[in-house]
């Protein structure tokens, strides 16, 4: 049982709450949500644990990530769940704002098998998603372009971006410049608009699926036909990567990206701020005034 002091509103969240496109629905509840109390990060302590657990302790700062239920003041997950302790040098809003971003990103960049020396584009870099992978793909040792908005240009050159391209002035689809992987971290791009500026053998990874209902077809489609593919990865939170996302934190080589932060009272303001989709990093809420 962990007491929470601080979690999210994503985009995830946000997709859950409104249903759209329509057909989504069919998985979310026709009339309302399914699931009434959103929110997948957390951060917080050990209130209590089960006989059998041995790894956790009542007392223990924690951080993680989980499908529903984190908008609340207490939530019960399985020790073995992707939750481990959290970074000491870490405040308890920083944490919450490290999961769901960095393990898509992870996800994406180990399905494109990023390497040292590759060049990859990240578009919309200065999302949640999109800062976690500009982070990784250092790590990787790739040579990383970010493309955002003007105010955050010197953000993304902070997190280790080589180049970076403001699209309210110059569209990287027709400067002439070509990569290995192109990384639409926001769903805004299409492959086909892209596809120009891919290396051959290149892949484009595409993040949502939102109203692009033909993506999945394209995606099996580009595996037979031409040199360059698009690929939708499917990310799986597993408490290895949180463990791993972890450890580059506590090496200096990852650090979450905070908006702004909401009291848990006010989550229809800040799931309003995400929906404007201008948000830079993450949007976090605390709880009771976090700790």
């Not at 990240?122 to 040792?141: C, K, N, P």
């Not at 699926?209 to 037979?224: D, E, F, I, S």
């Amino acid at each position: 049982l962990v007491r929470i002091h601080a979690t999210t509103v994503n985009r995830t969240d946000c997709g859950w709450r409104s249903a759209t496109p329509f057909f989504a629905r069919y998985f979310t509840g026709l009339r309302r949500p399914r699931q009434r109390i959103l929110g997948m990060e957390l951060a917080g302590e050990v209130e209590a644990v089960g006989a059998a657990v041995t790894e956790f302790h009542v007392g223990d700062a924690v951080f993680g990530v989980k499908s529903f239920g984190a908008h609340a003041e207490f939530v019960c997950v399985r020790a073995s769940s992707p939750v481990a302790h959290k970074p000491a040098s870490m405040s308890f809003e920083e944490a919450a704002a490290v999961c769901d971003g960095a393990l898509i990103a992870l996800a994406c960049l180990r399905r494109a098998d990023l390497r040292k020396g590759q060049r990859i584009l990240v578009y919309g870099a200065s999302g949640s998603i999109g800062t976690a992978a500009v982070q990784l793909a250092r790590y990787f040792d790739a040579d990383v372009t970010a493309v955002c908005n003007t105010k955050n240009l010197d953000l993304l050159r902070s997190l280790g971006a080589d180049h970076v391209v403001d699209y309210t002035q110059e569209d990287f689809t027709r400067n002439g410049e070509t990569y290995d992987v192109i990384f639409d971290s926001v769903g805004m791009h299409s492959f086909r608009r892209c596809r120009r500026s891919l290396k051959p053998g290149g892949i484009f990874l595409e993040t949502d699926l939102g109203y692009m209902w033909h993506v999945p077809l394209l995606a099996l489609a580009t595996r037979w036909i031409g040199n360059k593919r698009l690929t939708l990865p499917i990310p799986h939170y597993t408490k290895k990567d949180v463990l791993f996302l972890k450890d580059l934190i506590e090496a200096g080589r990852y650090r979450a990206v905070i908006d702004r932060c909401y009291p848990l009272e006010q989550v229809v303001e800040a799931t309003r701020y995400v929906e404007t989709k201008q948000k830079t990093g993450n949007v976090v809420l605390t709880v009771n005034g976090g700790h």
